[in-house]
């Protein structure tokens, strides 16, 4: 480059008159140490590296002509600074100056100071004129819509304050205050025939299962730590499995006391409480046997995710192995498919054993969530992978809820003239 200007000038006239330039070429490789050398040399008269000993050879320096990096260029400034020698950065005689948020790229078949400006790619920005390359921002900035600096990241999160959260986090608290109503009332009318003929016990295990699954969303809204990153996910699985297989022990409960009406059928036997017990702690334990080892294998933590969505740093909970996440999601699923089975071929029993018909319904509702909750989940990113999760977790709960305990609610608290003993008699009968 200094030569080409050393002989344009030199074959103008009218630039200098009576002024012939000369040039020394000095190829720095981007090193700084050798760029140091080269400018002690060009203030240096003699043959040796001395700046201003004027005994030997003799030159005088008009200005130095570089078109090198940012750093290297402040350091050659510095220098050239102190001998008032001008430091200048070529312009190229075909082409504009890229301005900062472009980049120079050689046009081809052309000289190397003939150039076009394109574009720094997305996500790249470059802060000066006549730019070799983008460089990119760090991990928590990104680029202003100018490419030409860099923006911090804003950091998001579900929380309670925003709207989504707020929505969410009311909902499970109505919810939860449903279901302990709706306990409540069990509790008080717990010796008339609707709550007796569908088993207490499995009733209040199932209701406060499904109090403690909607009270454990909660957990998924604020600020993710290592404490509610390694709680939330287990409590879900095992909560969850807790209330399915609670549903499952009813259902088969309603199988068996059905078999055992018929006079010397080897199913009394498992008539009682042993059974619906054995069906909960064994579906149960199961789940809880994958939680632990999630745990103690690759357990969730906190993260911060700077890449999925331009512009935030979202803050989440990594699941730690995600194969185990989708284990414990898909035991859960295993257990709704074999009592939506059950209930679903039970669902003709007469009278009092309809019960079947409820709990086939509500696992429909609960199936039908968590069938569109997985293509759902894959496919949002953020905080919003948090809702899906979270809505799914009170839709299916509430689909149990409702299907199953508001017909009953119904009939105790505003048709008490049918919980009575002699209507299941009759539709014994029928």
Same mark, same amino acid.
């Given at each position: 480059?200094?030569?080409?200007?050393?002989?344009?000038?030199?074959?103008? @006239?009218?630039?200098? @008159?009576?002024?012939?330039?000369?040039?020394?070429?000095?190829?720095?490789?981007?090193?700084?140490?050798? *760029?140091?050398?080269?400018?002690?040399?060009?203030?240096?008269?003699?043959?040796?590296?001395?700046?201003?000993?004027?005994?030997?050879?003799?030159?005088?320096?008009?200005?130095?002509?570089?078109?090198? @990096?940012?750093?290297?260029?402040?350091?050659?400034?510095?220098?050239? $600074?102190?001998?008032?020698? +001008? #430091?200048?950065?070529?312009?190229?005689?075909?082409?504009?100056?890229?301005?900062?948020?472009? *980049?120079?790229?050689?046009?081809?078949?052309?000289?190397?100071?003939?150039?076009?400006?394109? %574009?720094?790619?997305?996500?790249?920005?470059? =802060?000066?004129?006549?730019?070799?390359?983008?460089?990119?921002?760090?991990?928590? #900035?990104?680029?202003?819509?100018?490419?030409?600096?860099?923006?911090?990241?804003?950091? *998001?999160?579900?929380?309670?304050?925003?709207?989504?959260?707020?929505?969410?986090?009311?909902?499970?608290?109505?919810? !939860?205050?449903?279901?302990?109503? &709706?306990?409540?009332?069990?509790?008080?009318?717990?010796?008339? +025939? &609707?709550?007796?003929?569908?088993?207490?016990?499995?009733?209040?295990?199932?209701?406060?299962?499904?109090?403690?699954?909607?009270?454990?969303?909660? %957990?998924?809204?604020? #600020?993710?730590?290592?404490?509610?990153?390694?709680?939330?996910?287990?409590?879900?699985?095992?909560?969850?499995? &807790?209330?399915?297989?609670?549903?499952?022990?009813?259902?088969? =409960?309603?199988?068996?006391?059905?078999?055992?009406?018929?006079?010397?059928?080897? /199913?009394?036997?498992?008539?009682?409480?042993?059974?619906?017990?054995?069906?909960?702690?064994?579906?149960?334990?199961?789940?809880?046997?994958?939680?632990?080892? /999630?745990?103690?294998?690759?357990?969730?933590?906190?993260?911060?995710? =700077?890449?999925?969505?331009?512009?935030?740093?979202?803050? #989440?909970?990594?699941?730690? !192995? &995600?194969?185990?996440?989708?284990?414990?999601?898909?035991?859960?699923?295993?257990?709704?498919?074999?009592?939506?089975?059950?209930?679903?071929?039970?669902?003709?029993?007469?009278?009092?054993?309809?019960?079947?018909?409820?709990?086939?319904?509500?696992?429909?509702?609960?199936? !039908?969530?968590?069938?569109?909750?997985?293509?759902?989940?894959?496919?949002?990113? $953020?905080?919003?992978?948090?809702?899906?999760?979270?809505?799914?977790?009170?839709?299916?709960?509430?689909?149990? %809820?409702?299907?199953?305990? %508001?017909?009953?609610?119904?009939?105790?608290?505003?048709?008490?003239?049918?919980?009575?003993?002699?209507?299941?008699?009759?539709?014994?009968?029928?």
């Amino acid at each position: 480059m200094g030569l080409a200007w050393a002989v344009q000038v030199n074959q103008n @006239p009218d630039l200098l @008159p009576n002024v012939t330039l000369g040039y020394s070429i000095y190829e720095n490789f981007l090193s700084a140490r050798i *760029t140091c050398e080269a400018m002690m040399d060009l203030p240096s008269p003699g043959q040796e590296d001395i700046p201003n000993y004027s005994c030997g050879r003799q030159k005088t320096v008009l200005a130095v002509l570089e078109n090198v @990096p940012t750093e290297i260029s402040i350091l050659i400034s510095n220098m050239m $600074g102190i001998h008032k020698i +001008p #430091q200048t950065v070529p312009r190229s005689g075909c082409s504009e100056s890229c301005l900062p948020g472009y *980049t120079k790229v050689i046009q081809e078949g052309s000289p190397v100071c003939c150039y076009d400006c394109r %574009l720094c790619a997305e996500g790249t920005i470059s =802060t000066q004129e006549d730019a070799d390359h983008c460089a990119r921002c760090p991990d928590v #900035q990104y680029a202003n819509i100018n490419q030409d600096g860099c923006i911090p990241k804003v950091i *998001t999160f579900l929380s309670f304050e925003e709207k989504l959260g707020l929505i969410l986090a009311s909902c499970a608290l109505t919810l !939860s205050l449903t279901t302990a109503l &709706v306990f409540g009332i069990f509790v008080k009318y717990r010796e008339t +025939p &609707v709550v007796r003929a569908n088993n207490r016990d499995l009733t209040y295990i199932l209701l406060v299962s499904l109090l403690l699954s909607f009270l454990s969303s909660l %957990l998924f809204i604020g #600020q993710p730590n290592k404490v509610t990153c390694l709680l939330r996910q287990v409590l879900f699985s095992i909560i969850f499995s &807790v209330a399915v297989s609670s549903v499952l022990a009813k259902t088969i =409960t309603v199988v068996v006391a059905f078999m055992a009406t018929k006079p010397g059928n080897r /199913w009394r036997k498992w008539l009682g409480k042993s059974l619906a017990n054995y069906i909960i702690v064994a579906c149960s334990s199961l789940q809880l046997v994958i939680c632990v080892v /999630w745990l103690g294998t690759s357990p969730p933590f906190p993260e911060s995710d =700077t890449h999925s969505q331009p512009g935030y740093i979202v803050l #989440q909970c990594n699941e730690g !192995s &995600v194969a185990m996440f989708y284990v414990a999601l898909g035991y859960m699923g295993f257990l709704a498919a074999i009592c939506f089975t059950v209930a679903f071929l039970a669902r003709r029993l007469p009278g009092a054993f309809n019960e079947a018909k409820l709990i086939t319904f509500s696992l429909l509702v609960f199936c !039908s969530v968590w069938v569109s909750f997985v293509p759902t989940y894959l496919s949002t990113k $953020g905080k919003y992978m948090v809702a899906v999760q979270i809505f799914s977790m009170l839709a299916s709960s509430c689909g149990l %809820l409702g299907c199953i305990f %508001l017909p009953k609610c119904y009939i105790i608290v505003l048709r008490p003239h049918l919980n009575v003993k002699e209507h299941i008699k009759i539709k014994d009968g029928n």
